[in-house]
């Protein structure tokens, strides 16, 4: 999936703030690929800026970037996981509009992973009989995580304080991931999505699906969410253990593909930058070009 936002110029609006972002990367990256951190490459394949552009733009002597330059400098703020980073990448080229619409895209981001961990403070749990003939399903309520339950990792991942049931939640999706890249078909699948959704660069990746601790982007969350459910319904809704491989394999595949007709779609910043010039929403602009071809067709 190619990268839609490619040959794109965007405007220089803070030289001091792209040479910040340009200094700390070529201290990062080194001034050859073969002195890059090994395991950051693989994270970060393609993504490298070389050497004589971040010289250029530490000079500040840029007054537009290309689109690719800007994607592979957000990429690899991201991978290395620095927010103010981040931001002052975003602030050295967009336009006012345009992050004030992105700035929405990521508070919706943050709010659509909190969404996934942080329910309605209920969850519900199997007791088995002391006796050892059946048993119970008992209510748990929410409260605050002990100290210690949780790294800085698990509360960035999780986007806000966590909470005892965000933590088991969190636990669980672990588990079932461990379960899905154990299946050879299933982890095949993950790994191809994984690759669509780095190439169409919408949302930041998290590194290799098999590192310990690895959190995935919203898609990816969207697809498994309905698999842990189980707990949440008092185990009415069919939970993941009670699927055969075979089944998982085609939950990820359908949900996959439903995912890749959401990436049909320009990159974030071009989306962002279209609704600044934009005169319609894009469904109705879309209804008017279907209306127009219809009408010319008669």
Do not use: C
């Amino acid at each position: 999936m190619a990268n839609r936002n490619a040959g794109r110029r965007l405007d220089v609006i803070d030289s001091e703030a792209l040479a910040t972002v340009a200094r700390w990367l070529l201290d990062v990256q080194g001034p050859t690929w073969a002195e890059y951190d090994k395991r950051q490459q693989r994270r970060a394949t393609g993504a490298r800026v070389p050497g004589r552009t971040l010289r250029r733009l530490m000079a500040r002597e840029a007054e537009h970037v290309s689109d690719d330059t800007y994607s592979a400098l957000e990429l690899q703020v991201i991978v290395h996981g620095d927010e103010h980073l981040r931001a002052t990448l975003a602030a050295a080229v967009e336009t006012e509009a345009e992050r004030w619409i992105l700035d929405g895209w990521h508070d919706w981001e943050d709010e659509r992973i909190g969404r996934f961990f942080f329910r309605r403070g209920v969850r519900y749990a199997w007791q088995p009989s002391p006796t050892g003939r059946g048993g119970r399903v008992e209510r748990i309520e929410d409260g605050p995580a002990a100290d210690g339950m949780a790294d800085a990792a698990t509360a960035y991942a999780l986007r806000r304080a966590p909470t005892q049931l965000a933590l088991a939640r969190l636990n669980a999706f672990r588990e079932l991931w461990g379960r899905l890249l154990a299946i050879r078909d299933a982890k095949k699948l993950i790994y191809q999505f994984t690759k669509d959704l780095a190439r169409a660069e919408y949302y930041a990746p998290f590194g290799d699906p098999e590192e310990e601790g690895y959190f995935p982007p919203i898609p990816v969350l969207r697809v498994v969410e309905p698999l842990l459910e189980s707990e949440e319904s008092a185990f009415v809704e069919r939970g993941w253990r009670e699927f055969d491989d075979g089944e998982l394999v085609q939950f990820l595949r359908y949900g996959f593909s439903s995912e890749r007709l959401l990436m049909r779609r320009e990159g974030n910043r071009q989306r962002a930058h279209g609704f600044t010039t934009r005169r319609e929403p894009p469904a109705a602009e879309k209804s008017a070009r279907k209306r127009g071809r219809r009408e010319a067709s008669r």
